[in-house]
């Protein structure tokens, strides 16, 4: 929706709140440039009100908790405007113009600096923050008192009262301090967390008995350690209000002489010392201007008597009916009801404020870093992972070999390519390289990347602009290559690098392939005018572990071998001298050659090797007839000496043996296949032939192909359910044979991720049996959150307000087997799901709930539908009746 604004005038969008006018509609609040504030309708886009506060610079908007009618709007120089929505007219809206005394010198020397410069006239038009970024002043309403506002200037807290329009307290900040940013009140105590612009956070505590607040800690939003030099700033803070709201639902419906508080956190043992009791927990989330999102527990713990009254206070406030507590807001259609409704609840919040605060003076306030959020920099289109050959060089010259190393390319939509260190689980470095979204990426060795982008000139005639970047990660210099000066007719398809990083094939749309030997100034080889369809380079070749008996023969099993005679399928030396010509590392002139396997669009296939700047036929064993399919082109590829695995737009997957002529295939049963990508292998593994499989509608698979039947044992994607993958690849960091396999996805919701994949093998007999595939969870972890599609949401919002058992929530995830409680009840994923249920749905078809718990059984078996303490409140409640349910589903955890 569009809503209303005067287009000539262009001003920029400095808050926005919703304003509840009515039960049923609401209205949005916005300050547009420097002083108008304006009321839209929701439900047309129109503007009923425009309110113009000129001189004044308006800072911010904020809605009373305790009626969600009224809201106050704060300037820079202490003007408050006080409003009240009766209705959606314009003659329904009540003012009340404020002033809250505060030194403004400041702001109007900044006012006379920006009246003298270049850039005035476009600062009288721009919101306060563009204006003035490192003057802000801010408010918030107090969650325990009525018509009590925290404010915040520059250097200077005030505590306001909109009934008695007076300040009550003001306080400057300490030498030292810097600029507040931000004020944020406890929703459970009577505390102030205050951001500064130097990116610390103080608390501030109330005395008891009056409105006077004295400052008790100072910490670090932005750790020392692990940041850049300088360290980034803040941007913004905010209290996660949903701790507060399930709190309290705990608080009112959880029985305290059999269940514990919910906020206690049982998965930390720290929170249950001998010295100290945990009263609240809090969380924070805090933005730098470095793209990332940081999660703070902030904790309240005091003395045992503090925990006591605590507890005696939450059983004295579960006594109070839900009808009285249960809302803070004064509906503007209600009238003696709900006035006595929240009379009663200003008394119970009251005598909850005087109990609590008795102890305060014995509470320790505690802040910690539970989890951070790296957002890159755009929506992800391609992902790229070094595997350098023992022949790789560095990218400064000389014969050291190049290591595999932790880092992953990928690029976005905006044309930046991010690199991501996947130990440290951060974006290290980030290149502004296209000005068009990046369409292809691939490793040069291990410290140089090449990427291309086109753009179409002109639509009829089809003429493109290719541009082809070598980025050095080293020296963070971008350099293009293949400049024309002309548009092709041909854009680029795609691009394909050694393993060495020495040579580059590009792949053109209806034109020749074109092979590039990537010298300091990459020089073309030839091209190759033949209808490719794929093409992929020998990845390294595979490590061999010293053996005192005979060789083995090549460890992928096949199950046709019409192509080979009888006495050459049983002689292990083949295979075995093969390998060795490959893994040759004495400085033989094999070691310099690399080769690439091709299909065409007839089905053929073919082996090129390239030596130098010579191209020849590898004059491979070929494969039978009858392995050549006649109904599927073949879409995707994988090379690593001595096999060649190929998918097809029919979900068959084929593997041929180039020394040998071996062959074999199986369909999967899916849809068309994108891509395959051969695991990492180290010396000792029993399977050379385990692969992921990317199809076409974004699922994966992972295949053994030394089993006896892949298909059988393919590890399918339960840990995503709902989640597509756009591009996948391994991570070659593996140093044993013990070590898990790593692979690395890009999510189709622009996250990147790292799965972690474990294969258990048979002591007796070989045969893989792969467990479930898990998520990597780091401390850190860097990716998108994992958000239920919409659909799932509401499926899941559904059953939890219908009702489900407790039992529903107790899975035999490898994930939750640390947790240290077990919700009574057996869970089982066979039968009728109905099962489940409390109590069957009075109306509607019955077989609509088990389709919806159907949805959500894969989000169930991998632990995803809710945390221990949200099970644990769901378990208390469930019983309670439709109504704490419905309540409870309203917070928008889900």
Not at 32 to 49: D, E, H, K
Not at 75 to 84: A, D, I, M, T
Request: charged share 20%.
């Amino acid at each position: 929706m569009w809503f209303e604004t005067d287009p000539s005038a262009k001003l920029g969008i400095q808050d926005l709140s919703w304003i509840q006018a009515r039960p049923d509609s609401f209205l949005l609040a916005a300050i547009n440039g420097p002083s108008l504030l304006s009321l839209y309708n929701t439900s047309n886009g129109r503007c009923i009100f425009k309110y113009d506060a000129s001189p004044e610079y308006l800072s911010c908007i904020c809605r009373d908790p305790f009626d969600s009618r009224h809201f106050c709007v704060l300037g820079l120089k202490g003007f408050l405007l006080s409003v009240k929505v009766l209705g959606d007219t314009e003659d329904d809206v009540v003012i009340n113009e404020l002033h809250i005394r505060t030194d403004c010198s400041e702001l109007q020397k900044l006012e006379r600096d920006a009246a003298g410069s270049a850039s005035g006239s476009a600062a009288a038009s721009s919101p306060a923050s563009a204006a003035f970024p490192l003057y802000v002043a801010k408010f918030a309403f107090s969650p325990q008192w009525r018509h009590i506002l925290f404010v915040t200037f520059p250097r200077e807290l005030v505590v306001f009262d909109l009934q008695y329009e007076t300040s009550l307290f003001g306080a400057g900040l300490p030498r030292g301090c810097g600029k507040f940013l931000d004020v944020l009140p406890d929703p459970n105590n009577e505390l102030l967390y205050c951001a500064h612009l130097d990116g610390r956070l103080s608390t501030w505590r109330r005395k008891e008995g009056e409105q006077v607040h004295m400052m008790c800690t100072m910490e670090e939003l932005m750790p020392s350690i692990g940041t850049s030099v300088p360290s980034p700033s803040i941007l913004s803070v905010v209290i996660c209000q949903t701790d507060s709201t399930l709190q309290n639902v705990g608080k009112l419906y959880c029985d305290l002489r059999h269940i514990p508080s919910p906020d206690a956190d049982f998965d930390n043992p720290f929170d249950f010392c001998d010295e100290s009791l945990l009263v609240s927990k809090t969380h924070l989330i805090s933005i730098s201007d470095d793209g990332k999102i940081w999660n703070w527990l902030l904790t309240a713990e005091g003395a045992g008597d503090t925990q006591k009254d605590s507890l005696r206070m939450v059983a004295d406030v579960s006594e109070v009916p839900v009808s009285e507590t249960s809302t803070n807001t004064v509906p503007p259609s209600t009238d003696g009801p709900a006035v006595e409704s929240t009379k009663q609840s200003e008394h119970v919040i009251s005598s909850k404020n005087r109990r609590s605060t008795s102890n305060q003076e014995d509470m320790y306030i505690k802040i910690s870093l539970v989890g951070q959020l790296h957002l890159l920099s755009s929506t992800v289109t391609m992902l790229a992972v070094p595997s350098p050959s023992l022949t790789a060089t560095l990218a400064r010259g000389g014969n050291n070999p190049a290591v595999a190393v932790p880092l992953v390319a990928l690029g976005t939509q905006s044309g930046t390519i991010d690199v991501i260190d996947v130990s440290a689980n951060a974006v290290a470095a980030s290149f502004s390289v296209h000005n068009g979204v990046v369409r292809g990426l691939r490793w040069l060795g291990n410290s140089r990347l090449v990427s291309f982008s086109y753009i179409q000139v002109n639509e009829k005639t089809g003429g493109y602009v290719n541009r082809l970047v070598v980025t050095c990660l080293r020296s963070g210099l971008n350099r293009s290559f293949r400049v024309l000066q002309k548009p092709e007719r041909a854009p680029i398809r795609a691009l394909r690098t050694s393993s060495s990083g020495r040579y580059l094939l590009i792949l053109f749309r209806d034109a020749p392939v074109e092979v590039w030997a990537m010298t300091k100034s990459p020089i073309m080889l030839r091209s190759l005018a033949l209808p490719f369809t794929v093409l992929e380079w020998t990845l390294p070749t595979v490590p061999r572990a010293v053996q005192n008996g005979p060789s083995k023969q090549s460890s992928l099993s096949s199950k046709d071998h019409t192509a080979v005679a009888p006495a050459e399928a049983s002689s292990p030396t083949k295979a075995s001298s093969t390998d060795s010509k490959a893994v040759s590392s004495d400085g033989s002139p094999d070691d310099t050659s690399e080769s690439f396997a091709f299909a065409l669009v007839n089905g053929a296939l073919g082996v090129f090797e390239v030596h130098g700047r010579r191209i020849r036929d590898f004059r491979p064993k070929w494969p039978s007839s009858s392995f050549v399919s006649s109904d599927g082109l073949v879409t995707a590829m994988a090379y690593r000496l001595p096999h060649v695995v190929m998918g097809d737009r029919s979900g068959n997957i084929r593997w041929w043996d180039v020394t040998t002529g071996h062959s074999s295939s199986f369909n999967t049963h899916r849809e068309g296949i994108r891509r395959i990508k051969f695991s990492p292998v180290v010396a000792g593994d029993r399977s050379r032939g385990r692969i992921a499989v990317l199809f076409y509608d974004n699922t994966f698979s992972i295949f053994d192909l030394d089993s006896q039947d892949p298909l059988a044992n393919s590890v399918l994607q339960p840990q995503f359910p709902g989640t597509l993958v756009l591009e996948l690849d391994w991570l070659p960091l593996r140093t044993d044979k013990n070590d898990p396999l790593v692979l690395c996805i890009a999510g189709a919701d622009s996250s990147f991720r790292l799965v972690e994949v474990n294969i258990n093998e048979k002591k007796v007999g070989y045969g893989s049996q792969p467990r479930a595939i898990k998520e990597r969870f780091r401390p850190m972890p860097l990716c998108s959150p994992i958000l239920l599609p919409t659909p799932h949401a509401l499926a899941l919002r559904m059953m939890l307000q219908l009702g489900v058992k407790p039992s529903w929530f107790n899975t035999c995830s490898a994930t939750l087997d640390k947790r240290h409680y077990q919700i009574p009840g057996t869970a089982s994923s066979t039968g009728d799901l109905r099962s489940y249920m409390i109590d069957s749905p009075p109306i509607g078809d019955s077989v609509v709930p088990e389709l919806l718990l159907k949805v959500l059984e894969p989000y169930r078996k991998e632990g995803c539908i809710l945390d221990d303490e949200m099970a644990r409140l769901y378990a208390t409640i469930v019983n309670k009746g439709s109504t704490v349910r419905f309540a409870v589903c309203s917070c928008n955890l889900w």
